[in-house]
């Protein structure tokens, strides 16, 4: 007998943030973490004979905005709202030759440069890091841009109050307060790796200008849109397949202050719920990030190591939300039939869904090169299983 629903998308998504049984389980697509490629898009769109006029959300994850008839086609509840770069600040791609290979390349504000090969554009990787070479002086003296410039948030209001007035939607925001990743971005990975053993002041040095941004940031953010918004997302990605990328001491001494300080900061200026995203195995680190204030963990990556759904469920499933977790994108979803990926979906949302607590998602965004006919299972499974 078929299900029916009973409550709009922002019911239904704030039922399961609050750890109680929606009618179904809330269903999400489009965002910065848990978006889609522009390539499988393009192929997704094709296969379910939708129109679009192609708008990249993230030229460097070369992520697209979902339009509605697709949102409407999977039953999404989510719809995102972001802000912008400052009137000042001028970015875009340029095209550049370099030994005989044209590259697209993308200066953002922090001064990173970010490059693409014309012939692959599949994403965009760091070419330029500014302060691999700099001491603690040069941080501090760095022209880092101003999180709290006025003209980052100009029509943002606007935006939310007609999501909210003319939609039934929950409100997330974007992907921000990236203190920690910044960091090795501006630095390098290997000489940041280097620096949280050798260097710890260092860190601390860049860290501290870092989430002087982002507070800047978020003051003005949470003024304009705080009342109403429904998920504020944050994360940095603190783990890969095994384990942490570096150790708990160096996290707990350098990294979770600031990162408390900037989610206790959000906390104090809006209701909406804490959604963190660090990818890998990240269970020895979940207590810190309730503690540090996060409601919501994304984009559990099932197929690391102890990311079991039943062991995530069972261990933090009343104190966390899990948001993804859909299906294992490492080996399933992009190589199997649809049959054996709706089966995926199927199990995992047995373990996740009991009691609330669960948004569905992807783990990560979905790659070019993953079948269409793959995508709509995951989707159609999701909301086939998702009822209570």
Known sequence: MPHSETMTSR??????????QPDRIPIDLGGFQTGIHRLAYIDLINHLGIKDDIKI??????????CEELLTRFHVDTRYIVAHGPDSFKGGIVKNTRDGQLWHDLKDEF????????????????????????????VKAYPFPKGDDPSRFTGLREQALKLRSETPYAISTGIGGVVYEICWYMRGLEQWFCDTIQDPEFCEALMDRTLEFWMGYYKCFMAEVGDLVDVVMVGDDL????????????????VKPRQKKLVQFIRSQTKAKIWYHTCGACTSLLPELKD????????VQISATG????????NFGDKLVF??????????????TPEQVREDVRKNITAFKPGGG????NVHNIQAGVPPQNIVAMYDAAYEFGFY
Not at 11 to 20: D, G, I
Not at 323 to 330: L, P, T
Not at 358 to 361: A, E, H, M, P, R
């Open 239 to 254: 783990a890969g397949q095994s384990g942490p990328l570096f150790s708990g001491d160096f996290y707990r001494a350098v």
């Open 111 to 138: 001064g990173i440069v970010w490059s693409m090969p014309d012939d692959r554009q599949h994403f965009m990787d760091i070419t330029h890091h500014p302060l691999a070479e700099a001491s603690i002086a040069e």
């Open 292 to 299: 540090n204030g996060v409601d919501i963990v994304n984009p």
């Open 323 to 336: 948001w993804g977790g859909a299906c294992d994108s490492q080996h399933i979803l992009p190589f199997a």
């Open 358 to 361: 669960y948004v569905f998602n």
């Open 11 to 20: 019911e239904r998504v704030l039922t399961a943030l609050n750890h109680q």
């Open 57 to 66: 959300l993230d030229p460097v994850q070369q992520l697209v905005k979902p």
């Open 307 to 314: 990311m079991e759904p039943n062991g995530l469920k069972k």
